[in-house]
């Protein structure tokens, strides 16, 4: 029963002045910082241990077709020689908000028109639903361990979807804090499987160093 471990990565942080959700928005690139971000998780996961030996053993790299994923996912894919492949199923969330700003304070909450957005959290109301963002993740998940098989494969993807898929693998309410989401930019959310079974699930920050201080609801 072959071993496969699938890491869920955040892109790094995005180049966004006027502070607005960007969604699925296209032309949102990293910033000088998300790209180091990109850069150090590469070098984590493809540097050498004690014997010489590459530290992980990836085989097969995959991310959204937004530019802040792919630019994430291409210096993984070039440290280990592999072909950067793209999947659809780990796009973004769908969100009302998209390209606003978004907050009590910055007109989109104070405007009525926007309220019939907002009145189902469980759903969530505003947006692509929590469970159909699970089935199209957990789908690219097995894709991935599949082509993988016995090896390592890194998917880069999105905030939201990557922490309602950690959620729904651990058995937990899809309904959450967005504050209270252990899914910063460019971490790993690993998963090990046995044969087509999760055994384990951990997470990491390799690049906690570069995190900015202040995080924005924005970062998606």
Not at 50 to 69: I, K, N, T, W, Y
Request: a neutral charge.
């Amino acid at each position: 029963m072959p071993t496969t471990t699938v890491h869920l990565m955040r892109h790094g942080e995005v180049h966004n002045p006027d502070g607005v959700l960007y969604g699925r928005l296209p032309g949102y690139r990293l910033s000088e910082r998300g790209v180091a971000m990109a850069e150090r998780v590469a070098a984590h996961l493809s540097g050498t241990g004690p014997s010489g030996e590459a530290r992980r053993d990836v085989v097969h790299v995959v991310a959204s077709p937004l530019q802040r994923a792919q630019e994430t996912a291409t210096p993984v894919a070039q440290a280990f020689g592999v072909e950067l492949a793209t999947d659809e199923r780990l796009l973004e969330a769908e969100n009302h908000f998209q390209g606003l700003t978004f907050g009590v304070g910055d007109g989109s909450l104070r405007r009525p028109s926007h309220w019939r957005h907002l009145w189902n959290p469980f759903r969530p109301s505003w947006g692509e639903p929590y469970t159909v963002q699970v089935a199209r993740m957990t789908a690219a998940v097995h894709a991935a361990r599949e082509v993988a098989s016995g090896h390592e494969a890194v998917i880069v993807s999105h905030q939201l979807p990557i922490w309602i898929t950690r959620l729904a693998l651990e058995g937990r309410r899809l309904w959450h804090d967005p504050r209270k989401r252990e899914c910063s930019l460019a971490s790993l959310t690993s998963l090990r499987f046995d044969g087509e079974t999760l055994t384990s699930l951990t997470y990491s920050e390799p690049a906690a160093d570069l995190l900015p201080t202040a995080r924005s609801v924005s970062g998606a």
